[in-house]
């Protein structure tokens, strides 16, 4: 009699200590479930007019303790041609970009926009928070615009068109 009694008796006991705990709710589990860093797109490789400046770009959503999550393009490699070699961009040469866009995620959609004056090979720029700041996939829009380095005449300014991107972030 004893052992047929004792699996409804752990059954039971093990529903009654699940109804002691309260259950968490949905803001809680996104409030803690977006580890701090960046989340990031692909990086895509952009030439200029003539093929004479270059830059990789990236867009990435980034999250902070305690903040909402912000929307950064970043560039990566950013050169100019001249006399058969590859320069960076430096203070002699600097590039100025420009970078737009929306970032939609649960529904809801914003506009960012990021601008830098760029005087070495890599930099970054913010501009705009995405509307929320939970885990899962966000889709983020980029139209990027860059005059220079060295050749600043719009004929060779680099222009992506509008991509599309799609950025995991995980909980």
């Known amino acids: 009699m004893i052992r047929r009694l004792w699996k409804p008796v752990v059954a039971v006991m093990a529903l009654s ?12 589990h996104r409030a803690a479930a977006v580890p701090p860093g960046d989340y990031c797109g692909p990086q895509e490789g952009f030439y200029g007019g ?9 867009v ?8 909402p999550p912000e929307v950064r393009v970043s560039t990566h490699n950013n050169s100019y041609y001249w006399g058969g070699a590859w320069y960076h961009a430096g203070a002699g040469n600097p590039a100025e970009w420009r970078a737009e866009g929306t970032v939609g995620k649960a529904g809801q959609t914003a506009n960012y926009s990021a601008a830098l004056r760029q005087e ?13 700041g939970e885990c899962g996939a966000a889709t983020v829009t980029l139209n990027f615009r860059q005059n220079g380095p060295y050749w600043t005449g719009s004929d060779y300014d680099i222009d992506s068109g509008e991509r599309t991107y799609q950025v995991d972030v995980p909980c």
């Open 120 to 132: 070495s090979a890599n930099g970054w720029a913010g501009g705009g928070q995405l509307p929320a």
């Open 60 to 67: 990435c959503l980034h999250f902070e303790d305690g903040g």
């Open 17 to 28: 200590v699940s109804f002691l705990a309260p259950a968490a709710t949905a803001a809680e």
């Open 50 to 58: 003539g093929r004479y400046t270059y830059a990789e770009v990236q």
